[in-house]
């Protein structure tokens, strides 16, 4: 059996490695810059820290799911998220279709409120881990439908 520590490890690593590869194979091209954007669009070398940091708390959350909850319905809105986070970028990125990322974020974001509502009071630290998390992806679905408004 492995450790707190060393599952919590994992399951950043899991996070983080797979944003990162997915952040390599859509980068933001020609295509992005060329979108007319809402004047409250945030400069483009926000995205990369800001990820990061959420995917170390989405990580955070995950194992402490997986370590005190394995197999319950938190865990599979855990998975479900991740799903739907991760098939976002090759949507509106890779696809350049925005119509459809919208698509999967606000179902994105229903799945880490209905997290956050289902562990607030069994894990009010993986709860907390998914706050941030919820509130970029509100404003990233805000961001989202406003490009694809303007274009």
């Known amino acids: 059996m ?12 899991v996070c983080l490695g797979g944003g ?7 980068i933001p091209g020609a295509w992005y810059q060329s979108l007319v954007k ?6 483009n070398w926000i995205f990369a820290p800001a990820w990061s940091i959420l995917y170390v708390l989405i990580g955070i959350a995950g194992a402490r799911t997986w370590l005190f909850a ?7 809105l ?3 998220q991740l799903v739907l986070n991760f098939l976002w970028s090759p949507l509106f990125f890779g696809l350049q ?23 607030w009071n069994r894990d009010r ?9 919820a509130a970029w992806v509100a404003f990233a679905s805000l961001l989202n439908a406003s490009i694809m408004a303007l274009n």
């Open 2 to 13: 492995k450790t707190p520590v060393v599952t919590t490890v994992l399951f950043i690593a």
């Open 20 to 26: 990162l590869l997915i952040g390599i194979n859509n």
């Open 38 to 43: 809402p004047s409250f669009n945030p400069p």
């Open 70 to 76: 394995r197999r319950s319905p938190a865990m599979a």
């Open 78 to 80: 855990w998975g479900l």
């Open 97 to 119: 279709r925005p119509s459809l990322a919208l698509l999967v974020i606000l179902p994105l974001l229903l799945v880490i409120l209905a997290f956050i509502t289902l562990v």
């Open 125 to 133: 630290p993986s709860a907390l881990c998914f706050l941030p998390y």
